[in-house]
């Protein structure tokens, strides 16, 4: 598999489909693809098994040495995964800096010089990045972006080209901003035409061409008014499409519809400009189809498992005339079915395994052009004169970008995609933009493998092909080696003389195409021959005028650094963004391995404290103390009834705790309040209880209905001698006793009860355990913490007794009338 250059997914599919085993490893093969692109929560959608099984994470690439070079994250959780690929995926410039920093030294023994071209998204702050590790490490580091052609860098590096002096780089791509005007109208248009279609009436061949495209198959594939379906859930790349529209001053939205199988009818909420709209999105195609006639392009990003069938699908409808698909690894028969039946239906196919194309001024497919600050750069937001076809889908977007730097802009641009058998091929789009009348000049960037440009050449010497054709085949290096090489497409492989790329370069050459002598020319000869062309006349330049204005996206102007704004709410207990789940700073591991147990895990919760182990415990007895109380307590019974209602397990908990307050467990806190402000005040006991009573309250934690010094309860008896013995000191525990002596000489049943023991024993540990100091101790108290420790542990009794009413299959509860006093006001009885 290594020979073919497969992927590592791509490679167990066929084991695990063609290779037949009794093992009980067949077919249990599962993954999950992701780029920077995902969007997690339909990625979850699909593959709900990501939340259960312990994951590995990887490259998708037969590569060597990717565990040692930290490549590989064995047995995470999807949060673990997201962590693992946070610093990886997309952020190969960070390693590169590291690389530079550790070996700093030998590269400076050896006197290295690097040269470094990069374009993409964010391309500027990557070469700002490059440019400081050079000027703090010392290391001679020449950095360029878009401007520089993309091998130049090669010929500087040998000397054979000068280094040119660069002025600094932005910072960032943020060159477009909110719409000045406030208006939420689309832009006006940049310019009223095309460079070419100003001259749209003229015969632009010296010679009259023959008719060249297939019958049924349309020469125009895309217009201003074109609508597409686009099949999958890509939010991401339907906004970009829909910026794209608005900068080209669209009226209206391409995408019409979107197709997932996976959710009901719903909508999408997407940006139009700075206003928000509404895109449709379908369980099923044929709703779809029927819903918007005015359709007529489906862009599928179905998984290479689901393409082939809702590809078949999509062309029983007559409406739709171009398809692109984007999923690559598509089995080659499957392909060439597509194809057939395509060639039968006279619907064009872009793709498989492409990134898709675009029409300036027009539309786009997917992620065509890279984001909008690229689209902006070169130039796609209105038509030029050129027009190009390419297999790659990443050289197509350094084609917009060459050519917008030397002529006046791309007309229409197409990938037709890697697979050996693609849809449609560079004759089939080199014939449309021959019958184009806006097309002036044309740009195809070949490959090693396969013979589709002998076409060309054969198009040319018949006369079918009049325009001027600039074409480069990549892989001329290939005759370097003495073994067959593959590079990176499924196609681009040369398996004849015929087919490598010095051969087809050399055949285009003789045939009449404009060749440069290596692909660092081509934007020379792409020059050379526009100049021409405008130098007789063909092309009539038009005056450039600034592209209109586009919001930003918030995320992307976050992550550049652009704005701030501040966070809807605060929280520092708990944090779950990392590789694991941090408590308070603990990470779960830790939690488990030191055997933190509930009352651990409470402390760091509630306290953002590691608690002492004996406080711990403590928090533990106190749960399983007040866990129940029997059926009869208000919140219990509570709890019963609703669930004899048939309400459910929330619903039931919820009417029980809601019973919680001063008369019904909530004297946790109120007791801990009050014992405590008569300690800290220096009255006695005595005085406390003669107080009270003067102003006519209860001492919250004082009295029982049932227990008394005589049927003493033994919660309390479990907990007060657990205190004594482990708590460094009880002040508060002992006053409250003392107070207790006088209520009980009284009455009883005045007794210290369970809540108020629990409050004053956990004044006492809060104050005295060294992990807080007293001002922390006493604002836990005031903000009403202690209560919690009731509700948690009451909680566990409530969903007992819900159980246990369903258990028993209980019906709805009615109370009886022998139980009800009815007393009636004297007028209304008989």
Known sequence: MSAKTISEQTGKELLYKYICTTSAIQNRFKYARVTPDTDWAHLLQDHPWLLSQSLVVKPDQLIKRRGKLGLVGVNLTLDGVKSWLKPRLGQEATGIVRAIRDYQGPLKEHEVTIFVRRGGPNYQEGLRVMGEVGKTTGIPIHVFGTETHMTAIVGMALGHRPIPNQPPTAAHTAN???????????????????????????VAPAKKAKPAMPQGKSATLFSRHTKAIVWGMQTRAVQGMLDFDYVCSRDEPSVAAMVYPFTGDHKQKFYWGHKEILIPVFKNMADAMKKHPEVDVLISFASLRSAYDSTIETMNYAQIRTIAII??????????????????????????ATVGGIKPGCFKIGNTGGMLDNILASKLYRPGSVAYVSRSGGMSNELNNIISRTTDGVYEGVAIGGDRYPGSTFMDHVLRYQDTPGVKMIVVLGEIGGTEEY?????????????????????????MFSSEVQFGHAGACAN????????????????????????????????????????????????????????????????????????????SICDERGQELIYAGMPITEVFKEEMGIGGVLGLLWFQRRLPKYSCQFIEMCLMVTADHGPAVSGAHNTIICARAGKDLVSSLTSGLLTIGDRFGGALDAAAKMFSKAFDSGIIPMEFVNKMKKEGKLIMGIGHRVKSINNPDMRVQILKDYVRQHFPATPLLDYALEVEKITTSKKPNLILNVDGLIGVAFVDMLRNCGSFTREEADEYIDIGALNGIFVLGRSMG???????????????YRHPWDDISYVLPEHMSM
């Open 176 to 202: 477009f901003l909110l719409n000045a005007s406030g208006s939420t109208s689309t832009p006006a248009p940049s310019r009223t035409a095309s460079f070419s279609e100003s001259r749209a009436d003229e």
């Open 327 to 352: 999923a690559e690894g598509i089995p080659e028969a499957l392909t060439r079915k597509l194809i057939k039946k395509a060639d039968q239906k006279g619907v064009t196919i872009i793709g498989p």
């Open 455 to 479: 076409k060309i050449c054969r198009g040319i010497q018949e006369g079918r092909i009049t325009k001027p054709v600039v074409c480069w085949c990549i892989g001329t290096c290939a005759t």
């Open 496 to 571: 004849q003389a015929s087919e490598t790329a010095v051969a087809k370069n050399q055949a285009l050459k003789e045939a009449g195409v404009f060749v440069p002598r290596s692909f660092d020319e081509l934007g020379e000869i792409i020059q050379s021959v526009y100049e021409d062309l405008v130098a007789k006349g063909v092309i009539v330049p038009a005056q450039e005028v600034p592209p209109p204005t586009v919001p930003m996206d918030y995320s992307w102007a976050r992550e550049l650094g652009l704005i701030r704004k501040p966070a809807s709410f605060m929280t």
């Open 798 to 812: 409530f969903i007992g007794h819900y159980l246990d009413q369903k258990r028993l299959k209980q019906g709805l």
